[in-house]
C-alpha cells in the first residue's frame, strides 16, 4: 500500500493551481461544471478522461493512470445513475459498477503516493426514506432506504464509509459531499431517465412546439423539493477540497424549498408556453418533502448564489432546441441508463449556434453512425427526422457556447415515430 505524503499546511488547494487535478466524470453534469469552475480560477493542469480512454471499473486500468499521471487532487464525480425503471432492471449493474469506480478511484489513489486530496460525491438518496425534515448529516443509516434506488444508495453509502476507513486507517484526506437534486447545464434530459427539472422543462418545450393546448403533470402540486444550481455546487467542492477535512460528509443544498406546483408554473413562464397545466391528481404525489439540512457547510463559510428563476433561465437557454421535430419525436432508449452518455447538442439559446460536428447536451441517447469509426453519434436508426434526409449532426467549434466541452466528443440526432403522451415524471 502506497504511503500519503501529508499536504503542507500552509499549501491550499486554492494556491496550488499548478498541480494536477483529476475530475473523474468530466462529462456528466456535476463534472462538466467542476471542469469550469476549476479553469476559471485559472487552474493549469485539468486531467480528464473519456470512458473509451479509461474505463473506471477496471482496477488494473486505473492503477496504471494514476501511476502515469500522479494527480495531486482528484473529484470523484463518475457514476453509473439512471431513473427508478433502470435502478429496478438492472440491479446488480448499479451497485457493482459504482462499488467498483469508488473502490477502484480510491484505492488507486492512495497507492499512488501524490494524492493529497480527494473529494467523492455522492447523492441525498443516502439517507432514509422516512429521515426527519430537514435531513441532517446524522441520518445516515438510521432507517430503511427507498426501495426504488436502494442499489445505488448503498453504493454510495459504501463510498462515504471507505473515504472515512481511508483516513482513519491510511491518513488519505479524502473527504465527501452530498448534494441535494441538481439542475443545470449538461443536465440529461431523456424522457424515461430525467429528474423533474429537466422533465418539465422537456414537457413544456415539446408542448410549446406543436401548440398542445395543455400539459398534464402528476400529482396535486403539493410535495415540497429542493434544487441547487450545479454551478452552485461546483463552487461548492472548490470550497470543500480548500477549506474542509473532516472525517464526516457533508450537505450541500440551496436551502430553499418549492412546491412541485410553484416549480412547474416557473418552468411553464421560463419556456413560454402559453397552454393549461392539469394536475391529475390520481397519481400519487411521492415523498411530501425533502429538503437537506446543509447548515454545516454555511456555518463554514459557503452559501449558494443562483436563485432558482435565474437559474431556469439559463439552464433553458442552453438547452438543445435544433429542430422541434427531433426534439417531440425522440423515442426513449429503455438501455439508456447514465447521466453520463453522450447525447446531442444543436444550439444554445445563449446566442451561439453549434457548428456541424459534436458535442453534448441531453435530449437523445447515441448510437455509432456507421462509417464515422465512432466518431459521429447519431439515432437515424430510430426513423429520419422530418426534413433531414436522415440523421440530423452537428459539430462544436472553437467559437461555440461556453457551456459545451471543448473537446470534440460526438453528436447528432435523429427520430421518428409518434410524439409520446403522458404526464412528466420525476425520479427525485
Same mark, same amino acid.
Given at each position: 500500500?502506497?504511503?500519503?505524503?501529508?499536504?503542507?499546511?500552509?499549501?491550499?488547494?486554492?494556491?496550488?493551481?499548478?498541480?494536477?487535478?483529476?475530475?473523474?466524470?468530466?462529462?456528466?453534469?456535476?463534472?462538466?461544471?467542476?471542469?469550469?469552475?476549476?479553469?476559471?480560477?485559472?487552474?493549469?493542469?485539468?486531467?480528464?478522461?473519456?470512458?473509451?480512454?479509461?474505463?473506471?471499473?477496471?482496477?488494473?486500468?486505473?492503477?496504471?493512470?494514476?501511476?502515469?499521471?500522479?494527480?495531486?487532487?482528484?473529484?470523484?464525480?463518475?457514476?453509473?445513475?439512471?431513473?427508478?425503471?433502470?435502478?429496478?432492471?438492472?440491479?446488480?449493474?448499479?451497485?457493482?459498477?459504482?462499488?467498483?469506480?469508488?473502490?477502484?478511484?480510491?484505492?488507486?489513489?492512495?497507492?499512488?503516493?501524490?494524492?493529497?486530496?480527494?473529494?467523492?460525491?455522492?447523492?441525498?438518496?443516502?439517507?432514509?426514506?422516512?429521515?426527519?425534515?430537514?435531513?441532517?448529516?446524522?441520518?445516515?443509516?438510521?432507517?430503511?432506504?427507498?426501495?426504488?434506488?436502494?442499489?445505488?444508495?448503498?453504493?454510495?453509502?459504501?463510498?462515504?464509509?471507505?473515504?472515512?476507513?481511508?483516513?482513519?486507517? =491510511?491518513?488519505?484526506?479524502?473527504?465527501?459531499?452530498?448534494?441535494?437534486?441538481?439542475?443545470?447545464?449538461?443536465?440529461?434530459? =431523456?424522457?424515461?431517465?430525467? =429528474?423533474?427539472?429537466?422533465?418539465?422543462?422537456?414537457?413544456?418545450?415539446?408542448?410549446?412546439?406543436?401548440?398542445?393546448?395543455?400539459?398534464?403533470?402528476?400529482?396535486?402540486?403539493?410535495?415540497?423539493?429542493?434544487?441547487?444550481?450545479?454551478?452552485?455546487?461546483?463552487?461548492?467542492?472548490?470550497?470543500?477540497?480548500?477549506?474542509?477535512?473532516?472525517? &464526516? =460528509?457533508?450537505?450541500?443544498?440551496?436551502?430553499?424549498?418549492?412546491?412541485?406546483?410553484?416549480?412547474?408554473?416557473?418552468?411553464?413562464?421560463?419556456?413560454?408556453?402559453?397552454?393549461?397545466?392539469?394536475?391529475?391528481?390520481?397519481?400519487?404525489?411521492?415523498?411530501?418533502?425533502?429538503?437537506?439540512?446543509?447548515?454545516?457547510?454555511?456555518?463554514?463559510?459557503?452559501? @449558494?448564489?443562483?436563485?432558482?428563476?435565474?437559474?431556469?433561465?439559463?439552464?433553458?437557454?442552453?438547452?438543445?432546441?435544433?429542430?422541434?421535430?427531433?426534439?417531440?419525436?425522440?423515442? @426513449?432508449?429503455?438501455?439508456?441508463?447514465?447521466?453520463?452518455?453522450?447525447?446531442? @447538442?444543436?444550439?444554445? &439559446?445563449?446566442?451561439?449556434?453549434?457548428?456541424?460536428?459534436?458535442?453534448?447536451?441531453?435530449?437523445?441517447?447515441?448510437?455509432?453512425?456507421?462509417?464515422?469509426?465512432?466518431?459521429?453519434?447519431?439515432?437515424?436508426?430510430?426513423?429520419?427526422?422530418?426534413?433531414?434526409?436522415?440523421?440530423?449532426?452537428?459539430?462544436?467549434?472553437?467559437?461555440?457556447?461556453?457551456?459545451?466541452?471543448?473537446? @470534440?466528443?460526438?453528436?447528432?440526432?435523429?427520430?421518428?415515430?409518434?410524439?409520446?403522451?403522458?404526464?412528466?415524471?420525476?425520479?427525485?
Amino acid at each position: 500500500m502506497g504511503t500519503v505524503t501529508a499536504a503542507d499546511p500552509h499549501t491550499s488547494f486554492l494556491a496550488d493551481k499548478d498541480a494536477k487535478v483529476f475530475v473523474a466524470g468530466h462529462r456528466g453534469l456535476v463534472g462538466s461544471a467542476v471542469v469550469r469552475r476549476l479553469l476559471s480560477l485559472g487552474f493549469t493542469s485539468v486531467v480528464v478522461r473519456t470512458h473509451a480512454e479509461l474505463d473506471l471499473t477496471r482496477q488494473a486500468d486505473v492503477e496504471a493512470f494514476f501511476a502515469a499521471e500522479r494527480p495531486r487532487y482528484v473529484v470523484l464525480a463518475a457514476a453509473k445513475v439512471g431513473g427508478i425503471h433502470a435502478n429496478s432492471t438492472f440491479p446488480a449493474d448499479f451497485i457493482a459498477a459504482n462499488l467498483q469506480i469508488q473502490t477502484n478511484v480510491v484505492d488507486a489513489a492512495l497507492r499512488s503516493g501524490s494524492v493529497r486530496k480527494l473529494l467523492f460525491l455522492g447523492s441525498s438518496c443516502i439517507y432514509p426514506k422516512f429521515a426527519p425534515q430537514p435531513i441532517t448529516e446524522g441520518a445516515l443509516l438510521s432507517g430503511p432506504l427507498e426501495p426504488t434506488n436502494e442499489w445505488y444508495a448503498v453504493a454510495k453509502i459504501a463510498g462515504i464509509k471507505m473515504c472515512q476507513a481511508y483516513r482513519i486507517q =491510511h491518513g488519505l484526506d479524502a473527504v465527501s459531499a452530498m448534494p441535494t437534486n441538481l439542475y443545470g447545464p449538461h443536465d440529461n434530459f =431523456h424522457p424515461e431517465n430525467s =429528474h423533474v427539472l429537466p422533465a418539465l422543462i422537456r414537457r413544456f418545450h415539446e408542448a410549446k412546439a406543436c401548440d398542445a393546448p395543455e400539459v398534464v403533470v402528476w400529482g396535486s402540486g403539493s410535495p415540497l423539493r429542493e434544487f441547487l444550481h450545479v454551478d452552485d455546487l461546483a463552487d461548492a467542492v472548490i470550497f470543500l477540497m480548500d477549506q474542509y477535512s473532516g472525517l &464526516e =460528509h457533508v450537505n450541500v443544498g440551496s436551502g430553499s424549498e418549492v412546491a412541485i406546483k410553484e416549480l412547474a408554473e416557473l418552468v411553464k413562464e421560463v419556456v413560454g408556453f402559453q397552454g393549461k397545466l392539469v394536475w391529475d391528481s390520481s397519481k400519487p404525489d411521492g415523498t411530501p418533502r425533502k429538503l437537506m439540512d446543509s447548515s454545516k457547510i454555511q456555518g463554514m463559510g459557503w452559501k @449558494p448564489k443562483i436563485a432558482l428563476k435565474e437559474g431556469l433561465v439559463e439552464t433553458y437557454k442552453c438547452t438543445p432546441v435544433a429542430d422541434a421535430d427531433n426534439i417531440i419525436n425522440a423515442q @426513449p432508449d429503455p438501455a439508456l441508463s447514465s447521466r453520463e452518455t453522450d447525447s446531442v @447538442p444543436a444550439k444554445c &439559446e445563449c446566442g451561439r449556434e453549434n457548428s456541424p460536428t459534436g458535442a453534448r447536451a441531453g435530449f437523445f441517447p447515441p448510437e455509432t453512425a456507421s462509417g464515422s469509426g465512432g466518431g459521429i453519434r447519431t439515432l437515424a436508426s430510430l426513423g429520419p427526422a422530418p426534413g433531414t434526409g436522415g440523421a440530423v449532426q452537428w459539430r462544436r467549434g472553437a467559437g461555440d457556447c461556453p457551456h459545451q466541452e471543448k473537446e @470534440p466528443v460526438a453528436v447528432a440526432a435523429a427520430a421518428g415515430g409518434a410524439r409520446r403522451q403522458g404526464e412528466a415524471g420525476a425520479r427525485r
